[in-house]
């Protein structure tokens, strides 16, 4: 086992236990720590506007990536699970954008979504419907995003389908013998089933979105017209910080102005909610089946 110890504490102790040390200290990557115990907390939580505007942001996409990720890779699931002919190619092509890279995804939706020659606005236009100003427009960019992720959530619908796939036909034959009709088999049969592979969607989806970084970058930018996407921090979080997620101003603070320990402590902060977010989920899932069982 020492190999994967020593792996474990070199690539994940120590990194987790400096990046703690880092954010009790003023440190820009030059000069020595300097230690200054809970300022940078307090400073996050009352002279850092944009640290709300990012943390607003990424609830919002914690709870609607959540819900709409887990329900549509759900849904494509059960209609590939239902499907006679043709699985392997629709299986496949339903899974390929998930192999896209995560920049070159985003820039290919913000030119189909460009709000003057998209595609998506020229097909709109043709049927009498004005799409809208998309990764332009505030109210309409963090819906744009959601869009993006759900395209590319094929690796998760992979999942589920094995899941579905993993159900015994004869609980469904037992449940139709029953009388059970396709909603009961569903909420009976299936969901039963398959909880676990949802409640790991769910989580997932949920870490996925509290780290949602290299999208909304891309995103902000190449919108705003800027070709240095990562680079100019004046166009980060464009249109008007709308696609300003917490961890794209956690890189701001340590990679652009340098305040290192005020990064550090945006992380461990970062850490403790994404732990706090599982922790609950998991404990009040496993009470809700552990009701069920009894009942």
Not at 241 to 256: D, I
């Amino acid at each position: 086992m020492a190999p994967a110890v020593l792996g474990f504490v070199v690539f994940f102790g120590y990194p987790l236990l400096a990046t703690v040390y880092y954010s009790f200290t003023r440190y820009d990557l030059v000069n020595e720590p300097e230690w200054i115990g809970l300022g940078n907390y307090i400073r996050m939580f009352t002279s850092e506007p944009l640290v709300a505007v990012a943390a607003w942001n990424t609830l919002w996409l914690v709870v609607v990536l959540t819900l709409t990720r887990v329900l549509f890779a759900l849904g494509v699931a059960l209609v590939i699970a239902r499907l006679k002919s043709g699985v392997g190619l629709i299986r496949t092509l339903c899974y390929l954008p998930a192999l896209a890279p995560p920049a070159a995804a985003t820039l290919a939706f913000v030119f189909m979504f460009n709000p003057e020659f998209g595609p998506v606005n020229r097909f709109l236009r043709l049927l009498g419907i004005d799409g809208g100003l998309w990764f332009n427009d505030p109210a309409m960019s963090k819906p744009a995003l959601t869009l993006l992720v759900l395209w590319g959530s094929g690796e998760l619908m992979i999942i589920i389908l094995a899941a579905l796939l993993d159900v015994p036909v004869s609980q469904y034959e037992a449940a139709e013998l029953d009388g059970a009709g396709p909603i009961r088999r569903f909420r009976h049969v299936t969901l039963p089933s398959i909880s676990p592979v949802l409640l790991f969607g769910v989580v997932n989806s949920i870490i996925f979105a509290l780290q949602f970084f290299t999208q909304a970058i891309v995103a902000g930018g190449v919108a705003s017209g800027s070709a240095d996407v990562a680079g100019n921090t004046k166009y980060i979080g464009s249109p008007e910080n709308s696609t300003l997620t917490y961890p794209v101003w956690l890189y701001v603070q340590g990679f652009r102005y340098f305040n290192m320990g005020y990064a550090a402590a945006m992380a461990v902060l970062l850490f403790v909610v994404s732990f706090a977010f599982t922790a609950v989920l998991v404990h009040q899932l496993r009470r809700a089946s552990s009701a069920e069982e009894n009942a």
